[in-house]
């Protein structure tokens, strides 16, 4: 198995800018999370889908951000407008059982 | 809300040491799981353990839910266990796979 994969590796972007972070789950996991790690803050959820359906968001920081799973094999995580301060290492985790999680390698977001 | 509290935080070892980590949570969990971060930032699930004792090569860890500690043992340590290794709890309640983080354990194997 692949494992979780996560687009881009690397984002450099300017503040205001739109960004975009994809992530495709292991196949035939039906639990997806988003995370977020910082050195201030640690690693946090931010959402989490069970069958591409969104069950937990309370995590998400505020509107600018989003996220979406279209389908099984897919996901998104949106930041609109970019801040500093949004800048972290962000990570998709997929499950099968929504308990044991499996990391993807993560995206690091730079925003200037 | 669940606090999560991993100790020491920081850990330098001499390759071939002996190591526990250990994890207290302040209320009753359903899931707890051991994570390791490698140098290169990839997190790789280690184990699984709400409860009891498993064991995994140099790897062990024994969770006592009813005391709310879990600890992780390393032995025979060597360089590529380096990084840093984190602790995660999920509520009992309804919560779905929602888990919340320690603050990690920093271990450093010299040779």
Request: glycine share 8%; proline share 6%; with cysteine.
């Amino acid at each position: 198995d692949a494992g979780v994969i996560q687009s881009p590796r690397h984002e450099v972007t300017e503040m205001g800018q739109e960004v975009t972070l994809r992530c495709k789950p292991i196949s035939g996991h039906n639990s997806l999370f988003w995370y977020r790690q910082t050195m201030m803050r640690g690693l946090e959820l931010l959402i989490y889908f069970n069958n591409n359906v969104p069950i937990d968001d309370s995590g998400m920081p505020e509107d600018r951000f989003s996220a979406k799973m279209p389908n099984a094999s897919f996901s998104t995580l949106k930041i609109q407008p970019s801040e500093p301060r949004d800048s972290a290492v962000y990570f998709c985790a997929s499950s099968s059982t929504g308990i044991e999680q499996y990391f993807g390698p993560g995206t690091r977001l730079t925003v200037t | 809300g669940i606090q999560v509290e991993q100790s020491p935080p920081d850990l330098i070892l001499q390759e071939g040491a002996n190591s526990t980590l250990r994890c207290n949570f302040s209320d009753s969990v359903n899931n707890l799981q051991w994570f390791h971060q490698n140098p290169w930032g990839q997190l790789i699930n280690l184990f699984y353990i709400p409860s009891g004792t498993k064991q995994n090569g140099r790897l062990s860890a024994t969770t006592v839910a009813t005391e709310r500690y879990s600890l992780l043992y390393i032995s025979s340590s060597q360089t590529t266990d380096s990084g840093v290794y984190f602790c995660a709890v999920g509520p009992l309640l309804t919560q779905g796979g929602k888990l919340i983080f320690g603050q990690g354990t920093e271990l450093s194997v010299k040779p």
